[in-house]
Nanobody, 128 residues
Framework: QVQLAESGGGLVQAGESLRLSCAAS????????MGWFRQAPGADREFVAA????????HYTDSVKGRFTISRDNAKNTVYLQMDSLKPEDTAAYYC?????????????????????WGQGTRVTVSS
């Protein structure tokens, strides 16, 4: 059973940066594709970014392209989400997820039900 633990959230001002980390235990991270999702208050959970098992393929939702970067360090069993030029609309709880083992394209990687394991989330608040 894989366990995921997010960290790195906090309160920042618009334009600043944060780096979220997701540490995995109980399973080798390189066995899974990884995704980041977020959920703002009163909203549905939405896809943010995903990275393939090897790290060679990444996907982003349009609203974060050019500002967020997903990466993974399989040796450390950790996935990162570097968030630059943050905006108030990025305010949400951010969740990492493992799975999407058979995904090949954006539509699959961006679908929450493709992921088998989820972390508890870390909150990001961006003030204007």
């Amino acid at each position: 059973q894989v366990q995921l633990a997010e960290s790195g959230g906090g309160l920042v001002q618009a334009g600043e940066s944060l780096r979220l980390s997701c540490a995995a235990s109980g399973r080798t991270l390189s066995d899974s594709a990884m995704g980041w999702f977020r959920q703002a208050p009163g909203a549905d959970r939405e896809f943010v970014a995903a990275v393939s098992r090897s790290g060679s393929v990444t996907h982003y939702t349009d609203s974060v392209k050019g500002r967020f970067t997903i990466s993974r360090d399989n040796a450390k069993n950790t996935v990162y989400l570097q968030m630059d030029s943050l905006k108030p609309e990025d305010t949400a709880a951010y969740y990492c997820a493992a799975g999407a083992d058979y995904c090949l394209g954006y539509d699959c990687f961006s679908t929450a039900r493709q992921y088998d394991h989820w972390g508890q989330g870390t909150r990001v608040t961006v003030s204007s």
